[in-house]
Structures are given as structure tokens and as C-alpha cells.
């Protein structure tokens, strides 16, 4: 099963469909020449594909293994991680003090999509690493930035986040491990986290631990929780490694997919308390964690991107070499691309995947502006675009990630049910993203209940704006090829005028709201991604690009096969919810 990064296509929309260019003529990212952009890219996709990929299928079949509290990840993986961290792929975006090389966000998040491209159970190793960067920088103390981040940022040391207990899952107000002071400064953690993703490996000689508790005198729920960084081995005051701190592996998951990263069972504290150090303020714990929230969540978006991918490629590999059949005009058994119904399935794959990626890139450029933007005004709101963004491109993307692997299987037919031609890992792995880092239902209700009211609507009735201008450029070209792509968009970004201003009305009830979230997020993903293709397209045919005519095949059929599911969704976001409330719903889930 052939694995080429796709360096070309993400180059391409990042620069348009994400607005790095367009950033960059504004002076956003005054020191990065597109020279730069691409061979690090490059460099970054010739890893994946001949590095990390060929371990993929290895992950997957052998797994880790617990003997003695001691996880061992499979056969090539800690060599991969140690050539991957000498090359300073972990430290891309972190600050240069701590050994970074200080990048963009924009470039963290496609060499992430990479990784996860070669394997998503590797790339959830740096993934989490590189939030537990980005928590410290902001959040730690000095002397705890100094002793922990530059062996972080170098790739020596591994992270991990504890945030979910058996009894507390997305309610985290239900958290019950507990911290006590001690004497010289540190705490004393104890408690049990469980899926805790690289909680023990063998790819580096320390683990760095962050971990949520709470104090005996914190307030109840939320606002009553810490943060600690937690060690795996104790470290000295000159970064000397001495001996293992109170906090053990105590099972490893048996899971669906993503087989090659040990998902554990955390135990801290069995011997009197695992010495902890604590990170920001006494309970504002959640407060840290938020901080480093958006990237994650674009993240695990980009894993929806990266797992399409890989089944894209797959499924049209194996669709030019299948034959089955006659196709209509040809001879003899034709390739089954040649049929139209599978024709129908891998376009969808591939206008879905490049969809999808748009989203996502276009969140990381926003992340960007926000902190790099000359004006306090601007960086603000661009902070809130990102913030609309965010649960869009973590949604809709792993949605889009599962839904392409399942596509996947189905073009290899029956051989896609079986596991030797690796379609079915890509719809085994793809099936955690739309749950972890906050289930997409979550995400739903955070759109609508959290990011939509942000400036009185004002970001959000923007950003539709800007989706309805890209509609009406892609009408007024007049490109025959483009067919009614700007009609079907601009009909999709109406539907979601619709939906907004409904779930704006001051008298809707949070019930109505919540009950619509769902279907909402899907059409504004429609929308969102409908734009990005045709922005895509329309930059392609303004430079007479070798790859126009591909780009504007996706970006109309997303727009006449795709996007035309938005006036249902606008229809369910507002007539829908009634079947989900009241006594006749109750009694239609009565167990």
C-alpha cells in the first residue's frame, strides 16, 4: 500500500485556502520566505513517508506491551522517535530560549498533519508533548521552565496530559485525585488517571506528567482544580536524572485502533505521594489547560485530516488497479475507477479530505494573527475567529476522517474488510478523534453556546460574510469548468445566514440551541469548507497551476453533491429539535 506526503496540495492550501499568503502581504510572518515554508515542509513529508509510515502496519499488528510497570512500544518505533527528536522536528514552534526554533503555528500544524499522515499513533506522542510545551511557557515557573522545558523541547523528555478519571470523563467538575502541600514547596499527588495516551513508553528516558488534582481546602467543581507537573524520574537542579517518582503504569487499553500508542491506566501516589510541582495558580488549573486547548483540538482535527488522507490514497491506488466489470465505452474488465459509482466515492474522499484540511489551516493562520498581529484589536479578533474555527476544524474534520475511511473500505470491497490491505486500520484509527479532546458533541455546544455569541455575533455573522464574497467570485468568474460550484455555495452559506440568525434570536431557549448544535456545526463545516475548495480553485486558475483542473473538480463537486445537504441542516437546526424533547422522546428511550 503506497504512502506519498502530499506536500504540494498542503503547500497550496495553506497559502490560499488557509491565507498564509495573504498574511504574509499584511507583514504577519515578516521572516518566513516561501523558500523557507517549503523545504521544511519538504523535509517534514519525506520523514512521514519513508520513515514513519513503513512502522505504520507494524504498530498496528504488534502494539505495546506492559511487563513490570515497563511499556514497550513495537519493533522500529523508539528508533523512529530518537532520529525523528534529533532532528529537531519536537522543538519547531517552541520559544528559542528553551532550544526552539520559534515558528509559526501554521507550520507546526501541517508537519502535526505529517505525522499523523505516517502514523496517528506516532503523532500522538509529539502531539502532546507539544501542549505540554506550550502549557509550561505560559504558565510555569521559572525555575520549573528551566529544569523541565529544554529537554521537553529537544525531544530527550515525552508529556503526557491526566485529566480523565474513571468517574470523570468530559465533567471534569467530578475529579477526585488529590494534591497536599508539602513543606518544601512541591505537593504530594495521589489518585488514578485513566487513558492517559504515552502515560509509560520506552522512546524516552523521562516523562513529564501534567496532571489535574485537587487541594484539601479547594473549592467544589471546576473552580477547585490544579495543575501539576508531575515527573516521571526525579530531576536534579542541574537536569541530572535520579530515581522514579510515586507514580506507576497499571494497565494498558485493548483498543479499537491507533494500536501502536499505549493507552494507560496511571497510578500516583501508592507510596505516600508522587512529587509534584505546581503550574500556575492554586485552582486554575483548568484555566492552563485551556490555554494550549485551541492547538490541541486543531490538532486532533488535522488526525481526521491525515487518517482521509492515507485512505485516499489507499482506495485510489487500489481503484486503477482493481478491474471489474465493463465500464460504459470500454473493452474487456475495466479499472473499477472507470465506474461511476466508485468514481462518486473517491471524489468524495478526495473533496472531503482537501475540505477539511482548508478549515484547519485556515484555524492555524487565525492562532497565529492572534498572537502576531501588530494591533491589540486585530490580534483580539482574530483570536475569536480562531476560536469560532476551533471546534469546527476538530469536528468536522475527525467526522470527515472517519467518514472517508469508511468510503476507503467500501472501494476496496471485500478485500477492505479484511486487514491485509490496511483499510480497515485507517477506519479503526480514525474512530477515536470525534472522542477524545472533547467529544464532538462538545464541540457542538461549544459553537453555539460559546463562540457564536462572541461580540454580539459580530465574528461570527464576519466570517459568514467573507464565506458569501468567496461565493459570489466563484459566480463571477464565469469558468464553464467551475458549473454552478458558486450557486451551490452561495446556497449553502444562506442556509447557514438561516440557522444563525435563528440561534441568535433572543427567543430561542438554550434547549431549542442545544438541540440544533449538532446539525449546525456540520453546515457551518459545509459552508467553511465549501469556501476553501473554491478559494483553492479560483487561486489556481488566476496562475495557470498545472494541478487547476483537479482543484476545480473538488471544489465543484463539493459544491454540487456536498454542500447541497445544507438546507436540510439548516431545517433540522430549526424544526428539528422538537423530536428530541419532551414526554414522546422520553418514552421513545425508555431502557
Not at 513 to 540: E, H, M, V
Amino acid at each position: 500500500m503506497s504512502y506519498r506526503a502530499p506536500v504540494a496540495d498542503m503547500l497550496f492550501t495553506l497559502q490560499h485556502a488557509g491565507g498564509l499568503a495573504a498574511a504574509q502581504e499584511e507583514g504577519l510572518y515578516p521572516e518566513l520566505d516561501p523558500e523557507t515554508v517549503t523545504a521544511i515542509i519538504g523535509e517534514a513529508g519525506d520523514f512521514a513517508t519513508e520513515v514513519i509510515a513503513p512502522l505504520n502496519r507494524i504498530g498496528d499488528r504488534e502494539g505495546c506491551r506492559l511487563a513490570d510497570g515497563q511499556v514497550s512500544t513495537a519493533p522500529g518505533w523508539r528508533d523512529a522517535y530518537h532520529r525523528w527528536a534529533g532532528a529537531g522536528w519536537n522543538g519547531i514552534s517552541a520559544a528559542e530560549e528553551y532550544g526552539g526554533q520559534g515558528l509559526p503555528t501554521a507550520l507546526w500544524a501541517l508537519t502535526s498533519e505529517l505525522w499523523a499522515q505516517g502514523s496517528m499513533a506516532f503523532g500522538l506522542c509529539p502531539l502532546l508533548t507539544h501542549g505540554a510545551i506550550e502549557c509550561l511557557e505560559r504558565h510555569a515557573s521559572p525555575e520549573v521552565r528551566t529544569r523541565y522545558l529544554p529537554r521537553l523541547v529537544s525531544g530527550e523528555w515525552t508529556a503526557t496530559m491526566n485529566l480523565t478519571e474513571p468517574q470523570a470523563g468530559s465533567d471534569l467538575a467530578l475529579l477526585r485525585a488529590r494534591a497536599e502541600r508539602a513543606d518544601d514547596g512541591s505537593y504530594r499527588i495521589s489518585g488514578q488517571k485513566i487513558f492517559i495516551t504515552y502515560g509509560e513508553h520506552d522512546m524516552a528516558e523521562n516523562i513529564l506528567h501534567l496532571v489535574l488534582a485537587r487541594l484539601p481546602d479547594a473549592p467544589e467543581g471546576t473552580r477547585g482544580i490544579s495543575l501539576f507537573l508531575v515527573p516521571k524520574r526525579h530531576v536534579a537542579p542541574d537536569g541530572a536524572l535520579g530515581s522514579r517518582n510515586d507514580v506507576v503504569c497499571a494497565g494498558i487499553e485493548e483498543k479499537l485502533g491507533i494500536h501502536g500508542s499505549p493507552t494507560c491506566t496511571m497510578v500516583f501516589g501508592e507510596q505516600g505521594g508522587a512529587v509534584g510541582y505546581l503550574v500556575g495558580e492554586e485552582n486554575r488549573g483548568l484555566a492552563c489547560m485551556f490555554t494550549m486547548m485551541n492547538n490541541a483540538r486543531l490538532a486532533v482535527g488535522l488526525q481526521g485530516v491525515a487518517v482521509a488522507e492515507r485512505a485516499t490514497q489507499a482506495a485510489l491506488a487500489y481503484a486503477h488497479e482493481r478491474r471489474q466489470g465493463r465500464a460504459d465505452g470500454g473493452a474487456g474488465p475495466s479499472a473499477i475507477v472507470a465506474h461511476p459509482d466508485v468514481r462518486r466515492m473517491l471524489l468524495t474522499m478526495r473533496a472531503m479530505t482537501a475540505a477539511a484540511r482548508g478549515i484547519c489551516y485556515r484555524a492555524a493562520v487565525e492562532i497565529d494573527r492572534s498572537s502576531l498581529a501588530a494591533d491589540e484589536a486585530e490580534r483580539r479578533a482574530a483570536h475569536e475567529r480562531a476560536s469560532l474555527l476551533i471546534p469546527i476544524a476538530k469536528a468536522f474534520a475527525t467526522d470527515v476522517g472517519c467518514a472517508v475511511a469508511s468510503l476507503g473500505v467500501q472501494v476496496n470491497g471485500g478485500m477492505g474488510y479484511v486487514e491485509e490491505t490496511g483499510a480497515a486500520q485507517h477506519l479503526r484509527d480514525a474512530r477515536i478523534a470525534p472522542i477524545y479532546e472533547g467529544t464532538n458533541g462538545i464541540q457542538a455546544i461549544d459553537l453555539v453556546t460559546r463562540k457564536l455569541p462572541q461580540s454580539g455575533g459580530e465574528t461570527a455573522r464576519r466570517l459568514i460574510a467573507e464565506l458569501a464574497a468567496v461565493a459570489t467570485r466563484t459566480s463571477d468568474t464565469g469558468a464553464q469548468a467551475l458549473g454552478a460550484a458558486g450557486a451551490r455555495l452561495a446556497e449553502a452559506v444562506e442556509a447557514l445566514t438561516r440557522a444563525t440568525d435563528w440561534l441568535a434570536s433572543p427567543a430561542r431557549s438554550p434547549a431549542e440551541a442545544l438541540a440544533g448544535a449538532t446539525p449546525y456545526l456540520r453546515l457551518f463545516g459545509l459552508a467553511a469548507g465549501g469556501a476553501a475548495l473554491a478559494k483553492d480553485a479560483l487561486a489556481a486558475l488566476g496562475r495557470n497551476d498545472p494541478e487547476a483542473a483537479k482543484r476545480v473538480t473538488f471544489a465543484r463537486f463539493f459544491a454540487e453533491n456536498v454542500a447541497i445537504e445544507a438546507s436540510g441542516l439548516a431545517r433540522a437546526v430549526m424544526e428539528g429539535g422538537g423530536s428530541l424533547t419532551g414526554e414522546d422522546a422520553d418514552a421513545a428511550l425508555a431502557p
